[in-house]
């Protein structure tokens, strides 16, 4: 059900926004999303970090084997899929009570962050609520977003609005 959503979303002017910065700044823009949709894929973002997994990726829950290119959408079956190992195959999400992909990677683009922006977000879901409050003193925080996150007094600024409606302004700019 989740994949058929994800599969009939569209990127909005912010995914697309995003990847022309990407295009623009090449490595030296640390995307990190804790979305688990391919939208920013899908705009045109090569670098992506997700940091809760991909919902178009699966792996085994037992053997070593990388995580793989799944995007089935069909009903699922009345037994989970099996790997060649005996394993069950799961989507490569990370759940509640599991650690994030990619920590290190992350914690070390924010020692060498000058700018961080923020989109969306509730600023409650931990580890990423702290990100902004790792970068105090030593980077321009902003928030990017129609709501405000519980966490908003750690932002250097916040910018309210839609991010496909904010973004590409800002960016842009």
Not at 18 to 34: P, V
Not at 116 to 138: K, Q
């Amino acid at each position: 059900m989740r994949r058929r959503a994800a599969a009939a979303a569209m990127p909005n002017p912010a995914h697309l926004a995003l990847a022309r910065l990407e295009s623009t700044l090449q490595e030296r823009l640390f995307l990190c999303t804790q979305n688990v949709d391919n939208l920013h894929e899908r705009a045109g973002s090569k670098n992506v970090i997700h940091m809760h997994g991909e919902l178009f990726r699966s792996r085994c829950d037992t053997c070593s084997r990388s995580p793989f290119h799944d995007t089935n959408t069909y009903d699922p079956p009345a037994e989970p899929p099996r790997c060649e190992c005996g394993g069950r195959i799961r989507p490569h999400i990370c759940w509640f009570g599991e650690v994030p992909f990619d920590l290190d990677r992350i914690f070390a683009a924010l020692e060498i962050c000058s700018v961080f922006i923020a989109v969306g977000t509730s600023g409650v879901v931990e580890p990423a609520a702290s990100f902004v409050a790792h970068l105090a003193g030593h980077a321009r925080t902003l928030y990017v977003g129609p709501e405000e996150p519980a966490n908003a007094s750690s932002f250097t600024e916040c910018i309210w609005g839609r991010a496909g409606e904010v973004l590409p302004d800002l960016l842009g700019a």
